[in-house]
């Protein structure tokens, strides 16, 4: 296992682009992978659970390439084409990937079994089966809705209109996704509005979605099955959920000045960039452009001293995975921020409410946690630090320490820290370049 040091840091500055989005890097190679033609993909994040869709999507009959200058190509075997694989699909850490498959692979006439990593096989899978088994796929597995499981999808898939219990894009790009292979229309209706990166890269690639803003924030999204998906060129932006870590860094170290080049900034998931600014962070959007894709902007980021706020809990869908990183965050602010409507940090690559307070704690930092929230009182000042923290399998708690450890008094080391590579390959060494002192331990 890695074991990593965190010591405090140099003044943070310099330009950087983080990898591609996550996100819309597993969505592109799905929907290549079933469209006519080629689609090329430029910025696709070679993290290792994207290259777990890479290999699912191959194992399903496309072919995906890497090409030498970095592109991916996908030529697609065509909605409904999708092949029988002859073994298990790995998953790895990647719930998005699992969940999403899950979908697809619901209402298309084959058998195909899939597992992934121990963080992975702990986490639930039953908010996507009940929804897929009323298209009249099957789900053979353990009891309790874990991986692995073998799913039999539907020869005759009935299509469904859908409200899911959790505020999750997982469960309802699930639901769109099983409903491209249905004749007729499925529809999901969204009490709280999620990541909407399914519904803008389906109609990319030519299908038919409607959304309709309801009374109170809610949407409900309508997709019209068996479309002609076209092949075409995706431009995957930078991750805003990996920018915040130097984000995050460069607004704890005094004197620094980050700029963050290209980054997503799609309005479901551009929470954190507002909350900093909520408490006082200087983060200013520049060169705002994309459209009908994923609008993104430049980001320039100044050093400065943070307040501790309440957050909005309607804000949580909108920033779910950036909440490692806001608390510590509100662990240097100064007064107390307080988190809630955290239920879902519970069930991510690892219990991440739990894994804050426990660290944080550890690092000497003043809080409360609840069932679905979490409390920090920061005073201002940099944190004792000094402790070990384990990722436990999660790459956003890896990162949340590694960024502490930064700013505070005495090093952090973080053990397990090789699952930073599920999503921000090249950390380390970005980091260190920007003037951190992350080392092996
Ligand atoms: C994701 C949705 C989120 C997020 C995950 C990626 C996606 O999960 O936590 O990292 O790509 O749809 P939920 O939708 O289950 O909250």
Request: aromatic residues 2%.
């Amino acid at each position: 296992m890695d074991e990593i040091v965190s010591r405090i840091a140099e003044t943070l500055s310099g330009t950087v682009r983080v990898p591609g989005d996550k996100s819309v890097s597993h969505r592109a190679l799905m929907f290549g992978a079933l469209a006519a033609g080629e689609t090329r993909i430029v910025g696709l994040l070679e993290g290792e659970d994207v290259l777990a869709t890479a290999a699912a999507m191959r194992a399903l009959g496309s072919h995906v390439e890497r090409r030498d200058n970095g592109d991916w190509h996908v030529r697609g075997c065509g909605l409904g084409a999708l092949a029988e694989p002859d073994d298990i699909l790995d998953m790895g850490n990647s719930g998005t990937a699992a969940r999403l498959l899950m979908g697809l692979l619901a209402t298309h006439p084959i058998t195909t079994t899939m597992t992934g990593d121990a963080s992975l096989r702990s986490r639930p899978m039953e908010r996507v089966l009940t929804p897929l088994r009323q298209f009249g796929a099957h789900f053979d597995g353990a009891a309790g809705g874990r991986l692995p499981l073998t799913v039999s999808g539907a020869s005759q898939p009935i299509p469904i209109e859908y409200q899911p219990p959790v505020a999750s894009a997982q469960v309802k790009s699930a639901v769109l996704l099983a409903g491209l292979n249905t004749p007729g229309e499925t529809t999901v209706i969204e009490p709280v509005a999620t990541r909407d990166h399914t519904e803008r890269m389906l109609i990319q690639f030519g299908a038919e979605v409607t959304t309709e803003v309801l009374e109170g924030g809610g949407r409900r999204i309508t997709i019209v099955g068996e479309p002609e998906l076209t092949a075409g060129d995706v431009a995957v932006p930078a991750d805003i959920s990996s920018a915040a870590f130097p984000m995050v860094a460069a607004l704890l170290v005094p004197g620094s000045r980050l700029r963050l080049n290209g980054v997503g900034l799609n309005p479901l998931r551009a929470g954190l960039p507002e909350t900093l600014r909520d408490m006082g962070a200087h983060i200013d959007e520049e060169n705002i452009r994309g459209g009908d894709g994923e609008p993104i902007a430049d980001l320039a980021v100044t050093a400065g001293a943070l307040r501790g706020i309440e957050v909005p809990a309607e804000r949580a869908p909108s920033m779910i995975d950036e909440y490692p990183i806001l608390a510590v965050a509100a662990a240097c602010a100064e007064g107390t921020t307080v988190m809630r409507g955290l239920a879902e940090l519970r069930v991510k690559e690892s219990d991440r409410l739990a894994a804050m307070a426990k660290g944080l704690a550890a690092c000497g930092v003043d809080l409360e946690e609840g069932e679905d929230y979490l409390i920090v009182h920061g005073v201002g000042t940099p944190p004792k630090g000094g402790a070990t923290i384990d990722s436990g399998l999660d790459h956003r708690i890896a990162m949340a320490f590694l960024v502490l450890g930064m700013f505070s008094r005495e090093p952090i080391t973080v053990t397990g820290a090789e699952t930073i590579n599920t999503s921000f390959p090249g950390f380390v060494g970005m980091m260190n370049g920007l003037g951190a002192h992350l080392a092996p331990a």
